[in-house]
């Protein structure tokens, strides 16, 4: 198989919309909670999609042992119990080309959390997250208060705002954040 091709072109080498839209579609108009779609580019190989938090599904199934998987026959003959990505996150190869190359600044997979606020967006890249060295913190965006709360042993960011209320942020990689939004803010560490 061509890694650098997505599974989800017809058998033509057509692009087509990816049928993970249309299945997201159908649970979303069925009353389930799924990820809000923020950005659709299909035909460059990207999608952007809100993350509903860094739970695995052992751990949620663990947690919730009433839960069934209805199955795992997709109709695609793939090994289920293996990682297709295995690998992916250390290389700084991408698979695909994107519109808006990520300044060298970081690995192109540096895990980030996006913030975006009335037209401005801004990036915490998670090794500035981990500079910084505050588990609790309120930075501005767009000259709104943010209160984070950072996890560095999990991984994973609250944000709130000045109510309390949360936030959400979008967790991705630097260069496909960057791609969407290359007039990104950047968190610093040194700067705040």
Known sequence: ?????????????VRRRWPFLEVRELLENRGVRVPRLLGEACEDGFILVEDLGDDTLANYLSKNP?????????????????????GYEQSRYTYFAVNNQAPDNYHPKEIVVGLKHDGVYKAYPFVELDKHGQSSFTDRVNGREFNFEWDSENRSVTITDGNGREVAGIQGFWFAWFAFYPETLVFKASES
């Open 1 to 13: 198989p061509d890694a650098t091709q997505s599974d989800e072109i017809d058998k033509g080498g």
């Open 66 to 86: 009433e839960t069934r998987v209805l199955s795992d026959n997709t109709g695609h003959h793939r090994d289920y119990t293996r990682n297709p990505y295995a």
